[in-house]
């Protein structure tokens, strides 16, 4: 069992982030990328924004309206991908949808990230656990284009 | 009054459904209701046993659907005291009802600087339609004001009245707040100064006796599937002439009784030029079943009853120090939060314990300017939920402060 397994700290590791969460707030700079994540079948209402220096990502910021799960994850999210390259950003993303949608995952890769790995018994959570990482990797991929 | 631990046996889903390896509690009645057995027979019934189309063929079977098809029909015009069955539309729901009476009614009878009132708290399907008359026609959405505690008041709704004032559309209890309108009132007032009144009845007629002629509303809407009937079937209801007066947005099969080469079409009388297309023909027969089997109940005891509850309800949330209503004297839904949850967290809590309740704007999406909430907790009671069920959802109310522990369940 990881150390981290036990729910203790695993809620534990949420509640933190929501209560104090990471890298919240936007910044008016043109040098961001910004996407809207709204929920079509709830309340979470997200906006993401990704500042890039050439391959590493090198800010991450949200704001808006979202519940426990959506705004910890989101935090989560925020503190994984600065300072990776795209390329390892996109590793640590497709590992977590694996652990929501319960596939193979690396642990190590997702950090704090694993407290979500019970989404799946709430199905409804599932948009709220990956709302802020979708919004992340929408603005990457379009960045690509 | 009716046993409700027997009125219970009628439900299958009250019967063995589990969520979450728990019993289901379901207290989102507003969003629809589960079906007895008699409704899911009777759907079963047409599918298996008389299956085919109505008004359309000269055979024993289709007679047969027609004498079905058209007795749902007679049974939706009892339930509600209109005065002809030929005043009763089948639609596929409240939604598509107040569709039709904006755009069939709303849209050739107003004119540039014409007036519309609404309220905040109403549903989605009682403002975005008339949004888009109103940008159609040059007319003018306009709201209500509610007074301090969300109620719609006679007085208010004397004070918005302008002599601009064409339309009153009205939810009769409202899908948050569930306060009752006083539309009684509000018709005869609103018909001195030559106003038709449109009510949303989705939140009302399943749970209280609905008299339209006494009522005198113009135009009445409502859903089966939120009084134990199938989805996809609802009633428009309109004083016949109005219903003369406004024009069908679907053409086809069966709404038009000739047309030539030329264009020239003769449509039907109301109801059948608004049922153009076979019709939903299983779930008229399952609501036809619905209303018998509410009707055997009695509205007047399913309003008692639930009204108990919802005091039980009220009475046991005011014990604990978490909880803050927003609605503590109205009707219908309560809505309410845990205090420091957000909705939805509160939700996935309930949802743990294998009780239903929704999370959200309950498509009210601007009642948030009213309430000072962006989103609240609703639980909507119908005649077989019970006060056990009630003390089982307060016991998680007292959890509040361990929301997560539903998502490590």
Redesign the interface.
Same mark, same amino acid.
């Given at each position: 069992m990881h150390s981290l397994d036990e729910p203790r700290i695993l809620r534990g590791i949420i509640m933190d982030h929501y209560d104090n969460p990471r890298n919240r707030g936007l910044v008016d700079d043109e040098s961001y990328t910004k996407v809207n994540m709204n929920s079509d079948t709830c309340i979470d209402n997200l906006d993401i924004q990704v500042k890039m220096n050439g391959d590493i990502i090198e800010d991450v910021r949200y704001d808006g309206e979202a519940c426990a799960i959506c705004t910890s994850s989101t935090s989560i999210m925020s503190e994984l991908m600065i300072g990776k390259t795209k390329e390892e950003a996109l590793k640590i993303f497709d590992n977590y949808m694996n652990m929501i949608y319960e596939k193979d995952y690396d642990e190590d890769l997702l950090e704090e990230a694993i407290a979500f790995k019970n989404t799946h018994k709430q199905a409804n959570r599932i948009k709220c656990a990956t709302l802020g990482w979708n919004g992340f990797i929408k603005i990457i991929k379009e960045g690509e284009e | 009054m009716f046993d409700v631990l027997k009125v219970r046996k009628d439900f299958p889903m009250l019967n063995g459904k589990t969520m979450q390896g728990k019993p289901l509690i379901y207290l989102d009645n507003g969003a629809t209701t589960l079906k007895p057995k008699v409704v899911i027979e009777s759907v079963c019934d047409y599918l298996s046993q008389y299956s085919g189309n109505a008004h359309r063929g000269d055979y024993d079977l289709s007679h047969e659907v027609d004498e079905q098809y058209e007795n749902a029909r007679m049974i939706v015009k009892n339930f509600i005291n209109a005065k002809k069955v030929e005043e009763i539309v089948f639609t596929s729901g409240s939604t598509d009802s107040l569709n039709m009476v904006a755009y069939g009614y709303g849209r050739t009878h107003l004119t540039q600087g014409d007036e519309i009132l609404i309220t905040v708290a109403e549903h989605a399907s009682n403002i975005l339609p008339w949004f888009e008359v109103a940008k159609e026609t040059g007319a003018i959405v306009k709201y209500i004001p509610l007074d301090e505690k969300g109620r719609l008041t006679l007085e208010n709704v004397k004070n918005a009245i302008t002599e601009h004032t064409k339309i009153i559309s009205i939810a009769q209890v409202t899908n948050v707040l569930g306060h009752k309108a006083p539309l009684k009132d509000i018709c005869t007032y609103a018909h001195e100064h030559h106003i038709t009144v449109v009510c949303d009845g989705a939140q009302s007629v399943p749970h209280q006796l609905t008299d339209v002629q006494d009522l005198g509303v113009d135009f009445l809407v409502f859903s089966g599937h939120k009084m134990c009937g199938p989805t996809g079937v609802g009633v428009l209801y309109g004083k016949y002439d109005l219903l003369c007066e406004t024009s069908p947005l679907r053409l086809g099969g069966g709404s038009n009784s000739r047309f030539n080469s030329c264009g020239i079409v003769t449509l039907k009388n109301p109801p059948y030029k608004f049922e153009a297309g076979t019709p939903n023909i299983e779930g008229v027969i399952g609501l036809g079943s619905a209303i018998i089997y509410l009707s055997h109940l009695g509205m007047n005891d399913i309003e008692a009853y639930e009204q108990e509850l919802r005091e039980y309800c009220i009475s046991k949330m005011k014990e604990l120090d978490n909880v803050e209503i927003y609605n503590e004297d109205s009707t219908g839904a309560i809505a309410f939060n845990i205090k420091g949850v *957000? =909705? @939805?967290?509160g939700a =996935?809590l309930f949802? =743990?314990y294998g009780i239903a309740v929704r +999370? #959200? @704007?309950h498509c009210a999406k601007i009642l948030d300017e009213f309430l000072g909430v962006?989103?609240t907790l609703r639980v909507s009671f119908y005649f077989y939920n019970t006060k056990e069920e009630i003390d089982q959802l307060i016991e998680v109310c007292k959890k509040g402060d361990d $929301?997560?522990d +539903? *998502? $490590? #369940?």
């Open positions: - | *957000f =909705s @939805q967290d =996935s949802n =743990s +999370a #959200g @704007q962006t989103n $929301f997560l +539903a *998502f $490590f #369940g």
